[in-house]
T-cell receptor
């Protein structure tokens, strides 16, 4: 089985721009979660989707949004980028929710200049 | 408030020595508990998880963890560390399937040959 894939792997943007990151879960997995990892704040939960519905959202501003498609693939979008958005963005998939084993992708490293 | 603490930011051990990484949590009820490992430049990999039952849990790569309800702890152990175990280790908790995952700050493990 193919693992969780994330595209792109690396991204450089400038302040004020927007960015869209993509996550393809393991086949059959319907839950996708997104996390932001930074040296200062560690791993923080962004949101979780299940069957195209957002079930939970972390404490992030409205500039951070996401969606899930009928094939369980997910995207997250960050609008009006700020320097502090520079981070590793990790996606994880599981069969039905984060209480189960989550399989993580390699992440997208975003640098905002 | 729900939280996870990992008191040791960084630990150095000699190859072949035993290892114990500490994790304490604050949660309304007994949550699902996880240990993840992250090698440099990679996503997270699940080492083991605890939901219920036997409080001593066996995981991959020779790791085990013990859940102690009275101490709200879920410490990770390995009897003999290998150089390839050098990585960042994260403890995590989650409640119901609709709950957000809370990660600890991580413990960085260095292994001296």
């Amino acid at each position: 089985k193919a693992g969780v894939t994330q595209t792109p792997r690396y991204l450089i943007k400038t302040r004020g721009q927007q960015v869209t990151l993509s996550c393809s879960p393991i086949s059959g997995h319907r839950s996708v979660s997104w996390y932001q990892q930074t040296p200062g704040q560690g791993l923080q939960f962004l949101f979780e989707y299940f069957s195209e519905t957002q079930r939970n959202k972390g404490n992030f501003p409205g500039r951070f949004s996401g969606r899930q498609f009928s094939n369980s693939r997910s995207e997250m979008n960050v609008s009006t980028l700020e320097l502090g958005d520079s981070a590793l963005y990790l996606c994880a998939s599981s069969l039905s929710g984060p209480q189960e084993t989550q399989y993580f992708g390699p992440g997208t490293r975003l640098l905002v200049l | 408030a729900q939280s996870v603490t990992q008191p040791d930011i960084h630990i150095t051990v000699s190859e072949g020595a035993s290892l114990e990484l500490r994790c304490n949590y604050s949660y309304g009820a007994t949550p699902y508990l996880f240990w993840y490992v992250q090698s440099p430049g990679q996503g997270l990999q699940l080492l083991l998880k605890y939901f219920s039952g036997d409080t001593l849990v066996q995981g991959i790569k020779g790791f085990e963890a013990e859940f102690k309800r009275s101490q709200s702890s879920f410490n990770l152990r390995k009897p003999s560390v290998h150089w390839s175990d050098a990585a960042e280790y994260f403890c995590a908790v989650v409640g119901t399937s609709y709950d957000k995952v809370i990660f600890g700050p991580g413990t960085s493990l260095s292994v001296i040959p």
